[in-house]
């Protein structure tokens, strides 16, 4: 039997401007309690080259405390589900996160960005029209998805726009 897994918790300050959403934390990340903690995802190095900031070369906190100062926040948009392994294909019976209280909880939210398709297909969901945000589907920064990295980088270049510099 699949065993329920349980995401994290929302990481933004209140003046965040652009959200990634996830689908759900992998098993890596879950252990260690750290967005994007399996070594082969591409999430920092991605998000880095969009900002220009070296991401990936620094301790867990700073990346945080470095998208707070480019008001970047980060959530997914499954709360929990049954899932054996880390793989998308493989979440069931989800619980999903309230996304559509974003708009009401950060004032001077712009934009959300999907990381990936399962999270984009379930955020449009929850979504529903957004009115007044930027809705933006990324390719995945997962290594399952082999798209080469400089494809995903000119896709995710878009998120520099809604970031503070």
Not at 18 to 32: M, Q, R, W
Not at 50 to 78: F, H, K, N, T
Request: hydrophobic fraction near 45%; proline fraction near 5%; charged fraction near 20%.
């Amino acid at each position: 039997m699949d065993s329920i897994k349980v995401g994290m918790p929302p990481i933004a300050r209140g003046d965040a401007r652009l959200f990634i959403l996830g689908s759900l934390p992998g098993d890596a990340s879950l252990s260690a309690q750290r967005y994007y903690a399996h070594p082969t995802n591409q999430f920092w190095r991605l998000l880095g080259q969009a900002i220009g900031e070296d991401l990936q070369a620094m301790p867990y906190d700073e990346r945080l405390q470095r998208l707070a100062e480019r008001r970047i926040g980060l959530w997914d948009v499954i709360a929990s589900a049954a899932r054996r392994g880390s793989l998308d294909q493989s979440i069931r019976r989800a619980a999903h996160n309230r996304v559509e209280q974003l708009r009401n909880d950060f004032p001077e939210l712009r934009a959300l960005a999907f990381n990936g398709s399962t999270a984009a297909a379930v955020g449009r969901r929850l979504l529903g029209a957004a009115e007044g945000l930027t809705l933006i589907e990324l390719p995945s920064s997962s290594a399952a998805n082999t798209r080469p990295f400089a494809q995903k980088a000119e896709a995710w270049s878009v998120l520099a726009q809604f970031v503070d510099s």
